[in-house]
């Protein structure tokens, strides 16, 4: 199955079956659900046992379907379907070209997969659509300020405390592919204003985008262009923020497109944060030994901030 097939059915929504071997073979089905989700099904002899899965984000259920047991493999998170679909395709490979039992084919697959564990890997698909907004956010200011100071503007990649610090005001950008606005926040510090320069927040929400959707490596290439075309004195310092990442090498077919209009918001008082006040009720001593936080925030149903800077008050769009 190729992915880019999967893809369009999976941004529709359609569940759809796809049967992997012959009339005469034990059944093999690739299935995508109508909720946004894969699955490889398995038929089972009478004799054959249900594989058992060694890790808790792959599940492993025997059901019966059109009269035949079945072993069903899932994920547990659908972040990972990208991936999970390899993981699939590899076990398919198995059962029908190298005539392994369902058992043997699940747990030769993860074997070999282990065994690749314990490399890098370039970027999680968590950071891609991190760096999908930021590169969404880098076009809206560049639309306002130009590309020279909006590559001039961008921290992300340098680890700063704020993604981007334009003229006036600093810019935290948060990007997820889930149907909610639910963030995860890194430390303290993350939505701390600087002294005399207010902070915004932008929230982008982004779904797997089938034929009509961007890649990462697409987004890259194309603020490539428009920096060499409009602000080539600045390629120098977007080459240097791009070296700072793991960006894809070859393929990249994992494509998106903007599910929801961004939200931009002041971070205020009233805005849901946690930072190092929290701990003044604690013994000195006590609250010294609490380093960092990580936390998660739902900002689903907020309307947008009153009054954003200009440069944010325009159309947004992936690269």
Not at 142 to 152: C, I, L
Request: aromatic content about 6%; some cysteine; charged content about 25%.
């Amino acid at each position: 199955m190729a992915w880019s097939e999967v893809e369009q059915y999976l941004a529709a929504g359609l569940g759809v079956t796809f049967p992997l071997t012959s009339s005469t073979s034990s059944r093999v089905d690739y299935v995508v659900t109508d909720d946004h989700d894969i699955a490889l099904h398995l038929q089972l002899a009478p004799r054959q046992r249900l594989p058992r899965s060694p890790h808790p984000l792959i599940r492993v259920e025997e059901i019966a379907y059109e009269g035949m047991r079945m072993a069903r493999l899932r994920t547990t998170q659908r972040m990972l379907l990208r991936d999970f679909h390899d993981f699939l395709c590899s076990v398919a490979d198995r059962v029908t070209i190298d005539r392994r039992t369902p058992e043997q084919a699940f747990g030769e697959t993860v074997r070999a997969w282990r065994a690749l564990l314990g490399r890098p890997r370039e970027l999680t698909t968590e950071r891609r659509i991190g760096l999908i907004g930021e590169l969404t956010v880098l076009g809206r200011l560049a639309a306002s300020n130009g590309w020279g100071k909006a590559v001039e503007s961008w921290n992300g990649p340098l680890g700063e405390e704020h993604d981007f610090s334009p003229y006036g005001f600093d810019l935290e950008v948060k990007t997820t592919a889930s149907e909610g606005r639910i963030h995860s926040i890194h430390g303290f510090n993350q939505l701390v204003p600087s002294p005399d320069r207010p902070l915004w927040f932008v929230s982008l929400q982004v779904t797997r985008g089938g034929a009509e959707g961007r890649t990462l490596t697409q987004c890259v290439e194309a603020v490539r262009r428009e920096v060499s075309e409009h602000a080539p004195g600045a390629l120098d310092r977007l080459e240097l923020l791009l070296g700072r990442l793991d960006l894809p090498h070859g393929h990249d077919d994992e494509r998106w497109r903007l599910r929801s209009t961004p939200l931009v918001l002041t971070v205020d008082n009233r805005f849901p944060r946690l930072d190092r006040s929290l701990l003044a009720q604690l013994p000195t001593e006590a609250a010294d030994r609490i380093r960092d936080i990580d936390y998660r925030i739902d900002l689903t149903g907020l309307p947008p901030s009153a009054a954003p800077p200009a440069a944010l008050m325009g159309p947004f769009a992936l690269a």
